[in-house]
């Protein structure tokens, strides 16, 4: 049975930092495109970053490009978001996700497992 599970969300002041972990468990996921979305209250579900189970290539949303991190250990299944900057527009829940394509995309319906989700608040 595949597991994803989040933790590391909290409540942060604007311009602070917050770590996010996904520990992933079921089967390797080392050749598995990783990844994170979130969705705000009221609002759609957002892609915020992959990295690819090949290469590691990484990609971004415009939103959050050159404030947040993701990457991975493979050893440990394990992915990682590291977000500074915070905003307050970068609270939401994020969902750690897995696609078993290696060079999954934005498009949401290409991820096949979900986490159940961290809550991640900014204030202001």
């Known amino acids: 049975q595949v597991q994803l599970v989040e933790s590391g969300g909290g409540l942060v002041q604007a311009g602070g930092s917050l770590r996010l972990s996904c520990a992933a468990s079921?089967?390797?996921?080392?050749?598995?495109?990783m990844g994170w979305f979130r969705q705000a209250p009221g609002k759609e579900r957002e892609f915020v970053t992959v990295?690819?189970?090949?290469?590691?290539?990484?990609v971004y949303a415009d939103s959050v490009k050159g404030r947040f991190t993701i990457s991975r250990d493979n050893a440990k299944n394990t992915v990682f978001l590291q977000m500074n900057s915070l905003k307050p527009e970068d609270t939401a829940v994020y969902y750690c996700?897995?696609?078993?394509?290696?060079?999954?995309?934005?498009?949401?319906?290409?991820?096949?497992?979900w986490g159940q989700g961290t809550q991640v608040t900014v204030s202001s």
């Open positions: 990295i690819w189970g090949s290469g590691g290539s990484t």
């Open positions: 079921g089967r390797t996921f080392s050749q598995y495109s």
């Open positions: 996700v897995a696609s078993q394509s290696p060079y999954s995309g934005r498009d949401y319906k290409t991820y096949n497992y």
